[in-house]
T-cell receptor
Framework: KQEVTQIPAALSVPEGENLVLNCSFT??????LQWFRQDPGKGLTSLLL?????REQTSGRLNASLDKSSGRSTLYIAASQPGDSATYLC???????????FGGGTRVLVKP | GAVVSQHPSRVICKSGTSVKIECRSL??????MFWYRQFPKQSLMLMAT?????????EQGVEKDKFLINHASLTLSTLTVTSAHPEDSSFYIC??????????????FGQGTRLTVV
């Protein structure tokens, strides 16, 4: 059974600092890994999708890496802004069962 | 990207009543819809998978008679919480892959429904 873990569970940084969010998964047989952002009481916004054959994806200040063999992904957010405050979720689509399994999320607070 | 419209966004209902949540795919045919629930400060837990024209597949521990899922068309899937109780209060959200899962397409999510049972 796929299990996804995110560390840390919460993170508070001053504005301008770079953010590093970690995600690990137990079964490396995945189709892809996605990073999402969720604001309080809202749905999910897809940030980055990394295919199983890829090692990283970049979008603006966001960069996500994937090391499938070790079951890890890292989301980097450069030069954080207060507007980056949200919960960040990673999820993997497993080859077995085609299901999306979520990590517990990291709650980020960027202080002005 | 694909758009999934979910409504209502918020609903308050009395204990014992039923609530229907709809998810519509606006610009593509959604053959598969996943339904999740999220308790406060927790992650999303998959409840069931629905496929157009067939019965839904429920995850272990999810009562199929309580959470009725209908996927009668390629653009509409519904989740009905029957005889709702306060412990059913949660955030419910639907999701559909943008294409065949084997082709590594990203998942698209509805806006979510905050259900409060009083």
């Amino acid at each position: 059974k796929q299990e996804v873990t995110q560390i840390p569970a919460a993170l508070s940084v001053p504005e301008g600092e770079n953010l590093v969010l970690n995600c690990s998964f137990t079964d490396s047989a995945i189709y892809n890994l996605q990073w999402f952002r969720q604001d309080p009481g809202k749905g999910l916004t897809s940030l980055l999708l990394i295919q199983s054959s890829q090692r990283e994806q970049t979008s603006g200040r966001l960069n996500a890496s994937l090391d499938k063999s070790s079951g890890r992904s890292t989301l980097y957010i450069a030069a954080s802004q207060p507007g980056d405050s949200a919960t960040y979720l990673c999820a993997v689509t497993s080859a077995a069962g085609n299901k999306l399994t979520f990590g517990g999320g990291t709650r980020v607070l960027v202080k002005p | 990207g694909a758009v999934v419209s979910q409504h209502p966004s918020r609903v308050i209902c009395k204990s014992g009543t039923s609530v229907k949540i709809e998810c519509r795919s606006l610009d593509f045919q959604a053959t598969t819809m996943f339904w999740y629930r999220q308790f406060p400060k927790q992650s999303l837990m998959l409840m069931a998978t629905s496929n157009e024209g067939s019965k839904a597949t429920y995850e272990q521990g999810v009562e199929k008679d309580k959470f009725l899922i209908n996927h009668a068309s390629l653009t509409l899937s519904t989740l009905t919480v029957t005889s709702a109780h306060p412990e059913d209060s949660s955030f419910y959200i639907c999701s559909t892959p943008g294409g065949p899962l084997s082709l590594n397409t990203e998942a698209f999510f509805g806006q979510g429904t905050r259900l409060t049972v009083v």
